[in-house]
């Protein structure tokens, strides 16, 4: 995956850190679970003794009854405790997850947009949904398991000392043996669980490509091949999962092989030293049940190392696209910023010799971009495909940051602007008009979700979608389905117009927002901008005659510059490239306004800088 691979794997010491972040604001819980679980262990511990005492008291023949009593009081206040403290820790481990989950939803939806790009968008949520469950472990139990387990084996050990020095040994000797086993196998724990997340990551990376795109897949007949990959990513997982539990299971049953061979051990030895009179049999089968009880201390110790090399996977990957770069967060606290009474006049828009590119590693796109659109009027931006119409608007929304030069808003630096306090100026028409799914209402008021009833009204009749609403059983509420795909691209289009126009701009973008409307809806819209641009600065990417031709100015750009800037007629008359563009791709020869051409300001090189003087009034 794209993130997975452009960032290095985290070092250990910031595996730690990171681990210790999700921990912090719940240490005092997860210690209250402890304290609940080394309660349970220590009446556990206790039990053998009882039971040593039952033993000797049964071989001289002394009443056993209170020691029952204490036996049984030890299981059950033992197993209350333990499931009250599971409790603590299964509710704090809900708790982390969550924490975990809150703060990256709120850094990937305010990345910044060249992150989303270099990602995939099912691998980040991916993250957001898989690897944040594996934390609920490393974070609670394992720490638990870890403090609990190891009190538990020095405390059973230090018993075991009491008893038998001897014994003890050999015990010891047979458990650092299988120990440095265990430490080998480990690490592969981790490895094998970071690449079944980063598999898991694939899948939804897969589907997210898929049901993006489900019409164009069935059309290209593509439905096998894209399962055969998904299957592909999953069976990878499959395989990195098995390898997990392969090794998690070889640890787990170390454990078991540790005890059974310590027990063969003891046993031999300890009977020997019996028969020697070294030690007598209670204290042999003393030895022997804490060498039992020791299973459950070691199995505590080695399942918090694997929790942790589990985590420690889950928790680099969440790491990753934690660092990713964010916008600053909105002020406002997420709703859209509120526009100052004083500014509802329309914005004015410079680029003075701005150079762009998307990457560094990718050529630049603007080479040094110059215009001055002043307040108000419509501009046109016209030009070959790729000439850079597009990435204009993507920086003045500050989707991007220029490389140099400046780009000026109402003559403010737009990087001196809040970026919400910018966006909230703008109303901007996407090329694809994108429309997400939920109900028509949502859609229209996703830009200002304050909107009156009355507003969305003007708004739809003003965007020719009235009819269409009316038309629809449930009116507003009538669910467009994935991306607005119960709509047509007219439609879309219209919709995601009357979205922007709601949001009251102070400039308005469009993005060749009309090229899917018929003819008579086109013409409709045509006069709706016209009229919003006697109040709105309005910046449209044209590729046709009917907004070309009501434009107050034309930008012509090619290959990353601007080359003139004129009106139509002036245009026509002196730039061969919008006389070759006005003939070949927006204009048909019965299009062509028949005005008399002026002299058009065209601009050779870099250093000429066109500017666009305003006109009084935009051509209705
Ligand atoms: N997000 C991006 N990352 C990398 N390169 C990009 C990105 N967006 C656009 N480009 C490249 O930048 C160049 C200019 O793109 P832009 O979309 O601004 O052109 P345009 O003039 O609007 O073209 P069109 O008329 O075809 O929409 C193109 O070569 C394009 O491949």
Known sequence: MSTTETQPRLPARETWRALYRHFR?????VAFGTFLALIG?????????????LVERLGQDQPVGHILLVLTALVVLGTAIESVGSYVLERTAESVVLAARRSLIGRLLRLRLPEVERTQPGDLMSRITSDTTL???VTTNSIVSAVTGGLAFLATLAMMA???????????????????AVAVVMPRIARATRRSQEAVAEISARLERVFGAFRTVKASGAEEREAAAVEAAAREAWRHGLKSAKWQALSGSSVGLAVQVSFLAVLGIGGARVASGAISVADLVAFLLYLFYLTEPISKLVSAATEYQVGAAAVARIE????????PPAPSGGRPAARPAASTRPASVAFEDVTFRYRDDLPYVHHGVTFTVPGAGMTAFVGPSGAGKTTVFGLIERFYEASGGRILVDGKDVRDWPVAELRAAIGYVEQDAPVLAGTLRENLVFAAPDATEERIREVLVRARLDTLVERLPEGLDTLV???GSKLSGGERQRVAIARALLRGPRLLLLDEATSQLDAVNELALRDVVAEVAREVTVLVVAHRLSTVTLADRIVVMDAGRVRAVGTHAE???ADPLYGELAATQFLTPAETPAKTPTPAKTFAGP???????????PTP
């Open 25 to 29: 604001p719940h240490r005092w819980t």
């Open 41 to 53: 262990a220590a009446t556990g511990i206790l039990q053998p003794l009882a039971a040593r005492a």
């Open 135 to 137: 934390l609920r472990a």
């Open 162 to 180: 009491v008893m038998d020095a001897v014994l003890l040994g050999v015990t010891l000797g047979v458990i650092v043996l299988i120990g440095g």
């Open 320 to 327: 990753e696209a934690e660092r990713l770069a964010t916008e």
């Open 481 to 483: 389905g994935h991306r």
């Open 571 to 573: 245009l026509v008359a």
């Open 607 to 617: 250093t000429v800088e066109p500017s666009v003087e305003p006109t009084a009034e």
